[in-house]
């Protein structure tokens, strides 16, 4: 289900329990937590949903703010949340929801002024469990090849365990380089200094939002996080 959901519809998958009610949330990051530490098959085999959930899951009002939203997602890192609804259950919302609201705001602010940070690399050499290892590290989902714009996701790992390697059924994964077991995927990449509700449209229409400007690589929780602004006028 991650494999297919992550990050073209959704960061994360609710986990409910008996009573129907959510009780936590899953996504990569908790997928590649733990394969990190457990990288057999018995961890696939054996492993409930229960055990690796993220009980933090951040069910919300109606009257919380976008910047009381945008500032629980800078702490957890996370671009999710649910809400309940008029049918007496939950309605979604994402980062991707946002990209759409950034798609149809009014603003002059522009990539270039969005926060700069390090962009996280690896290379050829490197094996699985340095990819890993890395990502976890840095908080990150994804990183680029170096002297590329191709880039490593944790959507893509979980692909490669379930499609290439059988749930690490006779192989021993995090041994391997990532050229012997991993198709990337490019980062968009753009010279133009476009403004948000541009960026948002572009990313909105991308499976797999991820762009390269100049010296900077920016997210969907970037132009979340810059939706705060005051500069920002939202059309009804």
């Not at 926060?115 to 890395?134: M, Q, S, V, W």
């Not at 994804?142 to 002297?147: D, G, H, M, P, T």
């Amino acid at each position: 289900m991650l494999m297919h959901y992550l990050e073209s519809f959704t960061d994360s998958l609710v986990v409910t329990g008996e009573d129907e009610k959510p009780v936590g949330v899953i996504g990569g990051r908790e997928v590649i937590e733990n394969i990190f530490k457990n990288p057999s098959s018995d961890f696939f085999d054996k492993t409930t949903v229960e055990q690796v959930t993220d009980k933090n899951l951040m069910v919300i009002s109606e009257k919380v703010t976008l910047g009381e939203l945008l500032e629980m997602w800078k702490q957890t890192r996370r671009a999710f949340s649910i809400i309940p609804n008029s049918l007496g259950g939950y309605s979604a919302i994402s980062g991707r929801k946002l990209l759409e609201i950034g798609a149809n705001c009014t603003t002059d602010i522009t990539i270039s002024e969005l926060p700069k940070k390090e962009i996280i690399t690896f290379d050829h050499n490197n094996t699985l469990k340095d990819i890993i290892r890395l990502m976890l590290q840095n908080n990150t989902r994804k990183l680029i090849l170096k002297n590329s714009n191709m880039f490593i996701s944790d959507r893509l790992i979980i692909q490669s365990i379930a499609q290439k390697f059988d749930f690490f059924r006779n192989v021993k994964f995090l041994d391997l380089k990532f050229s012997e077991s991993i198709n990337l995927e490019e980062a968009k990449k753009i010279s133009k200094d476009v403004n948000l509700a541009e960026v948002s449209k572009m990313m909105y229409g991308m499976t797999h939002p991820y762009i390269i400007f100049q010296d900077q690589v920016i997210t969907p929780l970037d132009i979340c996080m810059a939706l705060q602004s005051d500069r920002i006028e939202f059309l009804g």
